[in-house]
């Protein structure tokens, strides 16, 4: 079993940046594709970005392409989502998934229903 923790988040204005961590321990991630999610209040989760640990591919909602990339360190056992040119609808609460796959990602790798294991989420808030 993959434990997960993110961390990184915090208040930003607009148009700034921030990366997320997130922290895996228990397994290797090398059969697992990992997922960045986001929900803000009142809303339904979104998935917006994951990348396999088989082949390094990876995807991304249109809300966030050309923004975000998600990345992965395998000595630090971390996968990263570095946003860049933050918008006052990209606050929510964001979490880091797995599910164990060697499916190449697409838009399957979006939706929260293909993920059995969660990390607790980390807070980004971006405001003036």
Known sequence: ???????????????????LSCVHS????????????????????EGISCKS??????YYADSVKGRFTISRDN????VYLQ???????????YYCATTRSLRSPGSWCLSQYEYDNWGQGTQVTVSS
């Open 83 to 93: 946003m860049n040119d933050l918008k006052r609808e990209d606050t929510a609460v």
């Open 53 to 58: 640990g088989s082949d390094g591919m990876t």
């Open 1 to 19: 079993q993959v434990q997960l923790v993110e961390s990184g988040g915090g208040l930003v204005q607009p148009g700034g940046s921030l990366r």
């Open 75 to 78: 000595a630090k056992n971390t």
């Open 26 to 45: 228990g397994s290797s991630l090398d059969y697992y594709v990992i997922g960045w999610f986001r929900q803000a209040p009142g809303k339904e989760r």
